[in-house]
């Protein structure tokens, strides 16, 4: 048996996917948050809190690494962790500096570091000649304006340290490229208390299918669990309503698409971890959107789990203790798995979700989730704001999209009047 130390971590999926994991494995977990009370808050109905699994539960402030790092090599003496890991992007770099300090495995702080800052992942992959779109970073919106007309419209606006989609907006011309500006202005705090970076990061606007690549690395081995599919709503934002594993695509794309995300990886000099690479198959070949060293979220991988037998979260823990993860293909009897996302689209108090009840008799439906009623929404911009999901498999074939995508139809959100003033939409 191990001991896991877990630093923070989101309150979706993965919050309950890791600590099954670790105890599946055969391990235990201490669990160390700022702010006990923002998963509590997001406890909702599925079954016990996860954290109840937990040997230890401990406050101490995990944005400031020059109280942390101390704190922990003292609990470390006395627990004896023998990995440290998180679920939560915002956290990865203080991951590694503590698997650093406390000589437990992980990925070199650099590599994390990069990766989980837009600007400097760009940076890398240019270096090292792995195609991304043209970019430039700007530090307010005279530069921005400048940028824009060198790259042309239409272009993509983004912050380079947050995360799910938040205020990643397509903008048209010098007015949308003012308001999105503005918007990253107007939020210089992310969710978990850090201080965001005033930049403001343009992209060429890619065209073309987005995908994902699943992979594992360690002991500078980059395993391919396999590849998935995206579908993108919502414009101006980028919102996820929906994937498919695998992606079907035809395998000389598949091979190249694989082959930029391994270079990526490679560039980036991620090891020990496990990676979520973003690819836009545009007419010119594969480009990288984004490469996340973390497993892929949206419940992914599940998805992943239920056709190839490949557990992406188990195989998070075995990277962060130090083992060889299996990535051995299983038959499963599914030839496809999908997700597809139930979003708002007003302002108000949902008051039910009529449907629900048809919809999970129906054959295939391996999970239907959904928000209970009471809860004030408005209408998406980015992957927070899901009232749920419908998962469904194929044991034919490559249909599970359109049975997801089909039942989801059915499923009619209905609303109330809003009786509050709904605060800003932040990141779990």
Known sequence: ???????????????????????????????????????????????????????NVI?????????LLPHL??????????????????????????ADRLGLPGPAVEAVEAACRKDLTRRVLAEAGVQGPRFALCADTVQAAAAAR??????????VDLCAGMLVREVRDDRELEAACRALEEFPVNA????????????????????????????GVIGVAGVTDKSIGGAPAFIETGHMFPAGIAPETERKAVDTAVAAIKALGLDHVVCHTEIKLTPEGPKVVEVNARPAGNRITELVRHVAGIDLAAACVDVALGRMPDLTPRVTGVRSAAIAFLLPDTTGTLTGIKGAD???????????????????VRAATSNNEYLGHIMTADTQGSGARETAERLLAHLHPTYGECSVELPPVVPA
């Open 59 to 67: 406050t101490a402030d995990t944005n400031d690494m020059e109280v």
């Open 1 to 55: 048996m191990a001991h896991l130390l877990v630093v923070e971590s989101w309150v979706g999926s993965m919050s309950r996917l890791l600590p099954r994991a670790i105890g599946e494995g055969g391990h235990e977990f201490t669990f160390v948050t700022r702010d006990l009370h923002h998963y509590l808050r997001g406890a909702g109905s599925e079954g016990p809190h996860p954290l109840l699994a937990a040997r």
């Open 150 to 159: 060198e790259i042309g419209y239409p272009l993509v606006v983004k912050p």
């Open 358 to 376: 048809e919809v999970r008799a129906q054959p295939g439906v391996l999970e239907l989730t959904l928000a209970e009623p009471g809860r004030a």
């Open 192 to 219: 978990r208390g850090q201080d965001r970076m005033p930049v403001f990061l343009l992209e060429e606007f890619l065209t073309g299918p987005e995908i994902s690549i699943e992979t594992v690395s360690f002991g």
């Open 73 to 98: 090599e003292r609990l470390h003496a006395v627990l004896a962790f023998d990995g440290v890991v998180s679920s939560c992007d915002y956290y990865l770099p203080a991951v590694a500096r503590i």
